[in-house]
């Protein structure tokens, strides 16, 4: 079976300050990866997805994540955030043949200081 | 324009209840999804339907039903509601035949559901 850990349930960070969101992964087969955010009282968005390729994939608002298969990682990362930021984040995975579902981490609630 | 929304956005009820939750997407897709996210944030899919066809029906009770009269609806309806399954329940649609593993799912808002 899946799993997804997010290592920060957590993340207080200054505005303009770079911040890293951990995520890893166990499978015993290969996984697609996904960032997704969800602000306040919103639904979902995707921030960016790896399927294949380089590892390092850019998404939107300036995030970027580093797929690293030895380390079963997925790490998002920012170098300098946003008071706008300020949200939940889940990482998730799906694979081959499970019809698609998402199975997400426990979410990260990165808060963004003035 | 809305691509994926869901009616009602609250939903206060009673123990015992039976309710309904809509959800429509506009995108054109083929697959939809229902997903719950409890009191600590945590996400876990419930049900998918690929053009009208159940594909995944995960470990949940069978109080919950799912209804996709047709591709662009799925509904979820819940009979005697507990105190447990107040949570926000979120729908989802993706562009893939056959519930691909790499198609982007799109969100709706969500439906918070409190039970009384």
């Known amino acids: 079976a899946q799993s997804v850990t997010q290592l920060d349930s957590q993340v207080p960070v200054f505005e303009e300050a770079p911040v890293e969101l951990r995520c890893n992964y166990s499978?015993?087969?290969?996984?697609?990866l996904f960032w997704y955010v969800q602000y306040p009282n919103q639904g979902l968005q995707l921030l960016l997805k790896?399927?294949?390729?380089?590892?390092l994939v850019k998404g939107i608002n300036g995030f970027e994540a580093e797929f690293n298969k030895s380390q079963t990682s997925f790490h998002l990362r920012k170098p300098s955030v946003h008071i706008s930021d300020t949200a939940e984040y889940f990482c998730?995975?799906?694979?081959?043949?499970?019809?698609?579902?998402?199975?997400f981490g426990q979410g990260t609630e990165l808060s963004v200081k003035p | 324009d809305t691509a994926v929304s869901q009616t009602p956005k609250y939903l206060v009820t009673q123990m015992g209840n039976d309710k309904s939750i809509k959800c429509e997407q506009n995108?054109?897709?083929?697959?939809m999804y229902w997903y719950k996210q409890d009191s600590k944030k945590f996400l876990k899919i419930m049900f998918s339907?690929?053009?009208?066809?159940?594909?995944i029906n995960e470990t949940v009770p069978n109080r919950f039903s799912p209804k996709s009269p047709d591709k662009a609806h799925l509904n979820l309806h819940i009979n005697s509601l507990e105190l447990g399954d107040s949570a926000v329940y979120f729908c989802?649609?993706?562009?893939?035949?056959?519930?691909?593993?790499?198609?982007?799912?799109?969100f709706g808002p969500g439906t918070r559901l409190t039970v009384l």
């Open positions: 995108l054109g897709h083929d697959t």
């Open positions: 499978s015993s087969v290969s996984v697609y």
């Open positions: 339907y690929n053009n009208k066809e159940l594909i």
């Open positions: 989802a649609s993706s562009q893939d035949p056959q519930g691909t593993p790499s198609a982007t799912q799109y």
């Open positions: 790896y399927l294949s390729g380089s590892t």
């Open positions: 998730a995975v799906t694979v081959y043949n499970q019809g698609g579902k998402l199975i």
